[in-house]
Nanobody
Framework: QVQLVESGGGLVQAGGSLRLSCAAS????????MGWFRQAPGKEREFVAT????????YYVNSVKGRFTISRDNAKNTVYLQMNSLKPEDTAVYYC????????????????WGQGTQVTVSS
């Protein structure tokens, strides 16, 4: 069992930055691939980024490439999402998730989810 708690969301102006954190419980964090997803009002949950269990591999949705960076610190049981050059269309609830088997852009592959943190980007 893994429990995930996101933090770091908030209100920021367009062009600004935020850093999201996701703290995981348990002693097997380094065996999980991790992902970030987001969901805007009235829209489906959207893949944002994923990272391998050892942090050596990452993958992003095209719309955030070059602006967002996913990283992890296995010693701290934490995964991060550094978000730069934020745009109003990045406004959403951001969720982190853990996958026991592999990196994936499909939310249905993930086994554990956090409660989400709101990110609002004003124009």
């Amino acid at each position: 069992q893994v429990q995930l708690v996101e933090s770091g969301g908030g209100l920021v102006q367009a062009g600004g930055s935020l850093r999201l954190s996701c703290a995981a419980s348990g002693r097997t964090f380094n065996s999980y691939a991790m992902g970030w997803f987001r969901q805007a009002p009235g829209k489906e949950r959207e893949f944002v980024a994923t990272i391998s269990n050892d942090g050596t591999l990452t993958y992003y949705v095209n719309s955030v490439k070059g602006r967002f960076t996913i990283s992890r610190d296995n010693a701290k049981n934490t995964v991060y999402l550094q978000m730069n050059s934020l745009k109003p269309e990045d406004t959403a609830v951001y969720y982190c998730a853990a996958d026991r088997q592999r990196m994936s852009s499909n939310y249905q592959d993930y086994d554990y989810w956090g409660q989400g943190t709101q990110v609002t980007v004003s124009s």
